[in-house]
């Protein structure tokens, strides 16, 4: 049983750093061909795929957010994490980390997802 668990606070300030990281349990974040992204629900909306962290540690982003953020890993604790820089209201979504399959193409497992709220 693999289990992804988000944690960081549930809030933030207007035009900090988010900063949150999901911790593995029941598989390795380097095992080749899994990608370990970083998705996010806007109240109301869709999802939003902010981008990944490699099995070999390169990253991609999404195009819209690839100036404000970044992610991170760290394997002796097998957690990956994202810092999201310069947030306002609009950041304001519940984050979920997921791991997806790169042989098959689909998200196998995901988070419970952690509510992020950035507000003064």
């Known amino acids: 049983q693999v289990l992804l668990q988000e944690s960081g606070p549930g809030l933030v300030k207007p035009s900090q750093t988010l900063s949150l990281t999901c911790t593995v349990s029941g598989a390795s974040i380097t095992t080749n061909n899994y990608y370990w992204n970083w998705i996010r629900q806007p109240p109301g909306k869709g999802l939003e795929w902010m981008g990944a962290i490699g099995y070999e540690g390169s990253n991609y982003y999404s195009p819209s957010l690839k100036s404000r953020t970044s992610m991170s890993r760290d394997t002796s604790k097998n957690q990956f994490s994202l810092q999201l820089t310069s947030v306002t209201p609009e950041d304001t979504a519940v984050y979920y980390c997921?791991?997806?399959?790169?042989?098959?193409?689909?998200?196998?497992?995901w988070g419970q997802g952690t509510q992020v709220t950035v507000s003064s």
């Open positions: 997921g791991r997806f399959q790169g042989s098959d193409q689909y998200y196998d497992y």
